[in-house]
């Protein structure tokens, strides 16, 4: 008897996974393997210069001649204030005295930004402006390698599992319980097996 937990082999990592593809508390191989081909890697060009130097201007020209979106962390900052968001009022003190805004602040604005777009290719207007926020950006980058060795677990787990698992399923001993829903829902069902296991077999 094989119950499959078809998420058990991803606990480990659940909470990262979690975070970087959005995926509810309990997920099957099915909406991993969906949410990972879903993954777009975005192609970026940050665009430094000092202040007045134009890169604003020269991006504008940029995204209309090659078909690639602006974003302007500058601007990502500026409409915060504007949406009276939690942190407006602070970012407006930071930049009115010229300093640099904590820099999760900013990249989660620019994280939010790429993500809800629909374009695949970026510029980045005054970002990173300081070691922080490159240290910041490339921290998010990292959840990228993460997604690359979930499509390689995932590939293992179909080349090398299936199989096993065809092999018992061929000779009826195999339960498959969908890991879909709530961790009680499951339970119920993984309840029910056992339940009737222990009638056919006898085990206390
Ligand atoms: O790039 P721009 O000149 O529009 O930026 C305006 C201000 O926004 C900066 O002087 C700085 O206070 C803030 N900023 C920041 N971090 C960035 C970009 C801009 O804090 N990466
Ligand atoms: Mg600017």
Request: aromatic share 8%.
């Amino acid at each position: 008897m094989i119950p499959w937990r078809s998420w058990s082999w991803l606990i480990g990592k659940q909470c990262q996974i979690q975070h970087a593809l959005n995926l509810p508390a309990l997920f099957t191989t099915e909406t991993v393997k969906d949410a990972v081909t879903s993954i777009r890697r975005p192609f970026i060009t940050f665009v430094l210069g000092g202040p007045g130097s134009g890169k604003g201007t020269q991006c504008a020209r940029i995204a209309s001649a090659f078909g690639v979106a602006h974003l302007s962390a500058g601007d990502l900052l500026r409409e915060e204030i504007s949406s009276k968001s939690t942190n407006g009022e602070l970012i407006r003190s930071i930049i009115k005295e010229g300093k640099i805004v904590p820099s999760e602040i900013t990249v989660n604005l620019i994280h939010k930004a790429i993500k809800s777009s629909t374009a695949d290719k970026f510029l980045i207007d005054g970002f990173p402006r300081s070691e922080e926020n490159r240290i910041a950006f490339e921290r998010i980058g990292r959840i990228d390698d993460n997604i690359e060795t979930i499509k390689k677990r995932l590939k293992v787990f179909e080349k090398l599992n299936l199989p096993v698992i065809s092999y018992y399923s061929a000779k009826g001993k195999v339960h498959k319980i969908s890991a879909k829903g709530s961790v009680d829902e499951i339970f119920e069902k993984v309840h029910q097996l056992f339940s009737s296991l222990k009638e056919a077999n006898g085990f206390a």
